[in-house]
């Protein structure tokens, strides 16, 4: 079993920072891209960001500029900050990983997507 486990959310004024940090554990795995996804009440979840093993990023138009997202590799662990925080940002915020369940074999290597249990973020006037 593959978890993500975050921390970070909380409350906030309006142009505040807030760092949000995502970790995978488990045995036998590997990850590939990272991301952070939002719902806010009544709305569909969006991608916030992503990062890639690589290192590339993608960013949701509504955050680009503001919000940056990094990653550490050796710890299976994701970093999203947030600055210049708006009302609009109130949401709860949900880790994501995909990569392998690592089989004996490569050929017995199984996909793996998870999601985090979400961290409230919000954001006052």
């Known amino acids: 079993q593959v978890q993500l486990v975050e921390s970070g959310g909380g409350l906030v004024q309006a142009g505040g920072s807030l760092r949000l940090s995502c970790a995978a554990s488990?045995?036998?795995?590997?990850?590939?891209?990272m991301g952070w996804y939002r719902q806010a009440p009544g709305k569909q979840r969006e991608l916030v960001a992503a990062?890639?093993?690589?290192?590339?990023?993608n960013y949701g138009d509504s955050v680009k500029g503001r919000f940056t997202i990094s990653r550490d590799n050796a710890k299976n662990t994701v970093y999203l900050q947030m600055n210049s925080l708006k009302p609009e940002d109130t949401a709860v915020y949900y880790c994501?990983?995909?990569?392998?369940?690592?089989?004996?074999?490569?050929?017995?290597?199984?996909?793996?997507?998870?999601w985090g249990q979400g961290t409230l973020v919000t954001v006052s006037s």
């Open positions: 994501n990983a995909d990569g392998w369940i690592l089989g004996v074999v490569p050929s017995l290597n199984r996909n793996l997507e998870v």
């Open positions: 488990g045995s036998m795995f590997s990850i590939n891209d």
């Open positions: 990062v890639t093993k690589g290192g590339f990023t």
